[in-house]
């Protein structure tokens, strides 16, 4: 009986942990194959963003099912033999909650810092923010073939942008603290799917009015490298900070 108690206790503090797949400083290097399967991923978590095997879209994985947000304007429920070259995903455990307005992407960004900052800003956060948004600004990318451009020159080239209004629909979105901008982006990092999985993308601008946004703190990290040549070969000493503030679309 005191053992049981001792269990109960110890699930109700239960930590969480970032899985990540690679590093975003290797895709935008251009190391774009896919390197474990979808079901594989959905065994370290139900909520997480990335990319797809040859950058084929925006990944939104939410409630455990993988979307494409493809660069055909359309989404697709993935299966578990396909792969992915990068992403980040935990369980969800939405522990927090707060209802968020904000007019652009930079007052999303820092109204979610602020409010990650009271939990831990040295720690990982994920959100999830549901509700009808006013207008958001989304893109994908399409499938790329060999031999790959990096990601600010593939971006600058391909990328597809759509703005729907009044939309219902989920952002996904993971933030990384600073220590963290040489494998990851520091700050956040945003994806939609809407209610109708019809479309979906890369956020990167926002308008909403009192949308609920519920918060999974991460304290453990879990990061799984391709063991392959074009990963071996990238010079990861090189700072891409600008590059990737790029590709975030925050500059
Ligand atoms: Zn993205």
Known sequence: ???????HMASNKASSTLFQVSLLQALALGDYDGSISLGELKKYGDIGIGTFDGL??????????????????????????????FA?????????FEFVSTDSMKDLDETLTGIVSKKGINCVHFVKIGGTFRSIRL?????????YRGLVDTLSTDQVEWT?????????????????????????????????????GHVLDVSMKNVL??????DKLELILPDRPSFHSLDL????????????GSE
Request: charged fraction near 25%; charge should be neutral; hydrophobic fraction near 35%.
């Open 213 to 218: 946004c519920k918060f999974t703190s991460v």
């Open 164 to 200: 729907p209004k009044d939309i219902k629909g989920t952002i996904v979105g993971l933030y990384c603290p600073s220590y963290m901008g040489m494998i990851n982006n520091h700050g956040w990092h945003l994806h939609f799917v809407s209610d109708d999985r019809n479309i979906g």
């Open 56 to 85: 084929d879209g925006e990944m939104i994985m939410l409630d455990g099912i993988v979307y494409k947000a493809s660069a055909d304007g359309k989404v697709y429920q993935m299966k578990d033999e396909e792969t992915t070259p």
């Open 88 to 96: 980040n995903v935990t369980f969800a455990k939405d522990d927090s």
């Open 1 to 7: 009986m005191g053992i049981n108690a001792v269990v």
């Open 139 to 147: 893109r994908s990318v399409p499938k790329q073939s060999k031999p």
């Open 237 to 248: 000493s090189v700072d891409q900070n600008k590059d990737i503030k790029k590709i975030e």
